[in-house]
Structures are given as C-alpha cells and as structure tokens.
C-alpha cells in the first residue's frame, strides 16, 4: 500500500519537479559599485561544456528568485559560431547572481539597440540604445554644404527605438515628443570621434566608405566602419572603427585599428565639440576622462557628451573649437575608447555633476569588472 501511494503520488506531480535546469551561471560583483542595466557576457564555450546538447532555440535563461526569464542576446561578433550569451542585469555591490539555462522556449523581448546604413539620407549610418542615439556620416555627404567629420548626437527622451521613425518622417530636427537632433558636429569630431594629430595639426579622414554590421540587438549592437586611406601630415593611415552600444549605457565601445607604415606610434586625438556660450567642462587626465555639460538651448535643453580612454592621457586642452585628448597607437593594433551622450530631458541625467558621475562610475565598472562563473546545475523545486 505505501509502494502503491507514493507511485500515485509521484504520478500525480509532475509539475512540481522544475524543468532540469542544465547549466549555472554565477555572476559576482566584488566591488562596491553597484551595477545597474549591465550587459554581461558568458562564453558560449563555457556553457558547451556543461550543455552540450543545448539547442540555440530552445532554451532560456531563468532567476531562481524571482521565478522570471532574464533577456539574453546570442552574440555573434561577425562570425557564424556564436561567441557569446548577453545577458542585462542589476547586482548590488560585494552581491552574486545566480542564473539557470533551462530548456524551453524563451519570450520574445523587446529590442533595446539598433543600427543601420541609411542610404536615403546620403549615406548616414545611425544606431542607437534605450538611452540615446547616434550617427556617423558616409561617402555621398562628403563635399556637400552639410558634411561633417565628426559623430552626431540624436537626443532622446524614450526607451523606444526612434531612428526609422525618424528618418521616415524626415524631420528630425524638430521636437515631435521623443526627442530631436539639435546637435552641431561640422568640421570637428562631434560626439568624441577619433582622428590622428601628426605635426600639432588633426588629420580628418574622409567620411566612412564601407560598413559591417557584427551583431544588431537586442542587448548588443555592434558594426564596423571602414575608411579609405588618406594623407595625414605626410603618413598614409586606413581605419577601421568597430563600435558597439549597449543597452542601458550612455556611452558606445570604439575600438579603433589604424593601419599605416610606421615603426613609430601614431598620435591621435578624441574630440568633443564646444559651443560659443560657456558650458561646464571637466578635463582629467590621470583617469583619462573628458566630460562637457553644454550650454542649454531655450526650447532643445541640454546635450552632455563624454569620452573615457583606456590607454594613457598624454595631454588634454581646449583649442577654439574642441575639447581634445591626446593619446597614441601602433600600427595595425586595436585602441579602445568610449564617448556617448546623455540629454537632461530625459530625466535621468540633469545636471553637470550627474554626468561626471556618472563618467566616473563608468570608469570604475570598467577597472572592476564582473566575474561570471559556469558550472553544472542540479535538479531544485519550483
């Protein structure tokens, strides 16, 4: 009779075992920043080792406390073999996070980053984040009356994506309640573009000619940019910018190859454009960090934008035109960067001391990375 019931009653529940969870993954933040909105990689190699059956659609990503599906993105990073799982998380400082990979078919989530080639608008390429947006110029703007060297800045006051929307209506410069594109790049390097300094003087490359999109949302978007060689002061320079924007982030990723034939490194400067009127400019070089609180404009309010290196600061000043940093790189060998935006009306960043802040925290996260840990998962309750 006992044998009896418990087969009955195993029989009976079912739904009370969990789905076998098949890996674990253990993220760890030691540091005392908290860690808000962060996309965090997980090897895809790393989840083979304990899931190596794992079906790339059909499984999903589960926290164990709160019982609900974490998004994840599949990052490819231009190559067939997936390079990465992308998860967007929240962990207090000195805390861990715990994750299930399960079986099962994962909800369809809201995209948060976008790009794309805009060959309607002269060749743009535009991409943005749940925070802001941006655009880079391409062949058929150039020596026309409204080309520019630098990135342009799309403001945006929604976690919605806008750039189609805006593109289709073909009136982005004016407010229609999401926000608008007032900013001013011109002969400069707008929003924290790059570009050699060879003899005191900066070496603007032509617009972008090519473009490559590696991996386009929903937590990650990443393309390359790749320019046509030019002179700069007498050095024959090719690049390629591979940019990357996270969901949640202020600011993109820029990692930049400079191609040129010379033992010696090349100078080359980040810029940020300043305005005629007075704006609150911080400029520290010991942690290579650049930062302007433009003035405000009447109705557009107030645009910040920033730049964080990760190669030494050789120098940093103000010439009539731009904020500049002076750093250097090697031929053929990756530089990378930071630069983004942020726009007081959206009303999480509104003032100068907010965006240092948050320029700062930034930089911390970068010196203090999360650790992720994968390992095998064993059977829990529900």
Known sequence: MKFSHFILLFCALPSALIAQNKASITITNHSALDRKETVTAIKWKDILLFYPQIDTADF??????????????????GQSAIQNVLVQINLKAKSSLQLFIQKGKPEKFASKTFARFVP???DDFAWENDKIAFRAYGKALEKTEGDAYGFDVWVKNTSKLVLNDRYKRNDYHID????????HVGYT??????????????????????????????LRTTFQLIYDSWNAGGIKVKATKTISIDAGSQLNRIENVYTFDDKNPLPVVVGIIRR???????????????????????????????????TPAQKMWIDKEQLLTLTSVRNNE????????????????????????????????LQNPLIVNVKEASKTKK
């Open 176 to 183: 229609h309640g999401d926000g608008l594109d007032y900013y």
């Open 120 to 122: 309607e608008r002269l």
């Open 189 to 218: 390097l707008g929003a924290g573009n790059m570009a050699p300094f060879v003899k005191d003087t900066i070496r603007y490359s032509g617009n972008y000619h090519q473009w490559k999109i590696l991996d386009n949302g929903p």
């Open 276 to 310: 005629d009127k007075q704006g609150i400019i911080g400029l520290n070089e010991q942690q290579g960090i650049m930062s302007y609180w433009e003035p405000t404009f009447e109705k557009e309010g107030t645009t910040a934008v920033g730049a964080i290196l990760s």
């Open 334 to 365: 990756p530089i990378v960067y930071y630069s983004g935006a942020a726009w007081d009306k959206a009303g999480q960043i509104t003032n100068s001391k907010q965006w240092q802040d948050y320029l700062d925290h930034f930089n911390q996260e």
């Open 60 to 77: 999903l990503i589960i926290d164990p406390k709160t019982k609900k599906q974490i998004p994840f993105q599949l990052e490819h990073k």
